[in-house]
């Protein structure tokens, strides 16, 4: 009997070794097997089958700030984690790493599905992945390889792309004090720039990977302009240099609304200065064009009223170069400018092209892409003789 004894003894024993060693083989063959199938660190995160945690990859990018409320940092982490994969695409959610927009509910950018053409956005702050179904038919298309412009629930949202970079603006109708956010794309779809905000720079957050642009254009060769690089089409109609403002009128007529807007009076700053603004003169926000006239003597529309500049708000170039475009477009199609300057407005710059004192100028934004073009004609308008 106590040789039975210590036999179940010695068996007993003998299980639990074996119990142990076929768990921390098991544990040993799990890990290995994590290291053989990603390098990617997850000590931040945890695992939830049912919620957003349950992530299939991360990683992290570093961009450069710009504003950040009332924060003073330079740069800034945001989290990019796969959460789903679905036929038509991978879903990832976008966090900013930073207690201060945790705080305001600013960190999370959004829920997006991610397909071969085309990205869509879900707001974050949500529980649960949304399904491949929700996401084509109640996500806001945010990169597109066609422009848009489409209203969904009282906001405006507008794309451009140029084939470098795709610019995505949000925006309320309600006008300055609604919330407004932008995300601008590259060609791999790899979030470059972000700014959010509500109204006129209340409360923003700012940041992207913004290019050095004399170092970006010195790779360059400059390119001489010609006099068909001040010409653009219109309605139909082609103007060049030296097109006199009558002409304008005499073929677009006056805008909409141009009597009830002071007949587009600016101010008495150094002549009498006015412009035509196409296609209404009260509407800013929709326009296509702006032709700024100055009339020396006070007199408007007088023998002396000359075209200050013109402004190509969405009309292209003759190179075929618009706002919106980046400065990618703009080293393919010009080369390199002949002067880059600080613009009057913070942050952004001027590239500037010369031909015969007339100046064809691109004004940039911190997101690579072109805010403003402008045709300077003042040195011609000074000097009606040089036409």
């Not at 990859?57 to 710009?66: A, G, L, N, R």
């Amino acid at each position: 009997m106590k040789n039975i004894k210590l036999l179940s003894v010695f068996l007993f024993t003998g299980l639990i070794l074996c119990s142990c060693k076929s768990s921390d083989d098991a544990e040993m063959s799990h890990e290995a097997a994590d290291s053989e199938t990603s390098d990617i660190d997850t000590s931040d995160y945890e695992s939830d089958d049912d919620s957003l945690e349950n992530e299939l990859s991360k990683s992290d990018t570093t961009y450069e700030v710009f504003n950040f409320l009332d924060e003073d940092i330079s740069e800034i982490s945001v989290k990019k984690a796969q959460l789903e994969s679905y036929d038509s695409g991978d879903v990832y959610s976008l966090m900013i790493d930073n207690e201060k927009s945790d705080e305001l509910d600013r960190s999370d950018l959004g829920l997006f599905l991610i397909t071969e053409d085309k990205i869509y956005m879900i707001p974050g702050n949500t529980d649960d992945v949304p399904s491949e179904d929700d996401f084509l038919a109640d996500g806001i298309e945010v990169y597109s390889e066609k422009p848009a412009s489409v209203e969904i629930d009282g906001q405006i949202v507008k794309i451009s792309n140029d084939g470098y970079l795709c610019k995505c603006s949000i925006y309320s109708e309600t006008g300055e004090s609604g919330f407004y956010s932008n995300y601008v794309w590259d060609e791999d779809k790899e979030l470059v720039y972000y700014k959010s905000g509500y109204g006129a720079e209340n409360e923003p957050i700012e940041f992207g990977t913004k290019e050095n642009l004399s170092d970006f254009f010195s790779e360059y060769s400059a390119e001489d302009l010609n006099k068909e690089d001040f010409c653009f089409d219109y309605q139909n109609y082609s103007f060049a240099l030296g097109t006199d403002y009558n002409e304008y009128i005499d073929n677009l007529g006056y805008p909409e609304n141009f009597e009830d807007n002071n007949c587009g009076f600016i101010s008495n700053d150094e002549g009498y200065r006015w412009q035509l603004q196409y296609p209404d003169a009260g509407n800013y926000e929709n326009s296509d064009l702006r032709i700024v006239c100055v009339s020396p003597e006070n007199e408007y529309e007088g023998s002396d009223t000359y075209i200050d500049f013109i402004n190509l708000i969405s009309v292209p170039t003759s190179r075929d170069v618009s706002c919106g475009d980046s400065i990618y477009s703009i080293a393919e199609k010009y080369g390199r400018p002949d002067e880059i300057q600080p613009s009057s407005y913070a942050e952004y710059t001027d590239l500037i092209y010369e031909y015969d004192g007339n100046k064809l100028i691109f004004t940039i934004l911190p997101d690579n892409t072109i805010s403003n073009i402008n045709i300077d004609l003042s040195k011609l308008g000074k000097n009606p003789s040089s036409k």
